[in-house]
Nanobody
Framework: QAPLMESGGRSVQPGGSLKLSCVAS????????MGWFRQTPGKEREGVAT????????YYATSVKGRFTISQDKAKKTLYLEMNNLKPEDTAMYYC????????????????????????WGKGTMVTVDS
């Protein structure tokens, strides 16, 4: 089984909502940082949101703040990304990723998201926002 497996991506109209899921074969340790990243062809990968596994401190990219919510269900070993008020510019392949033994400050401060220095990556799930 893949260490991280995303699902939930599909086509949706502008203004719509989606909830992505990422199932971890072994849930992150307390000091791990989990995150969602996205990439479109010809563009650099963007860190969308991260969450520190232990205390749930979160970080959001400016482009999604107020519209996206990252959360986790440790019992289900699952990371979520709830996306509301979707825009065409949200169209991308979305990847789940994990930073092992990360620092909370770097996780909630956006360092891991901005530089993409994660240890484990999923294969991605495609989100298309188009009327």
């Amino acid at each position: 089984q893949a260490p991280l497996m995303e699902s939930g991506g599909r086509s949706v109209q502008p203004g719509g909502s989606l909830k992505l899921s990422c199932v971890a074969s072994t849930y992150p340790d307390a000091s791990d940082c989990m995150g969602w990243f996205r990439q479109t062809p010809g563009k650099e990968r963007e860190g969308v949101a991260t969450i520190y596994s232990d205390r749930g401190a979160t970080y959001y990219a400016t482009s999604v703040k107020g519209r996206f919510t990252i959360s986790q269900d440790k019992a289900k070993k699952t990371l979520y990304l709830e996306m509301n008020n979707l825009k065409p510019e949200d169209t991308a392949m979305y990847y789940c990723a994990a930073k092992k033994s990360g620092a909370e400050l770097y996780c909630s401060g956006g360092y891991y998201a901005e530089y993409g220095v994660m240890d484990i990556w999923g294969k991605g799930t495609m989100v298309t926002v188009d009327s």
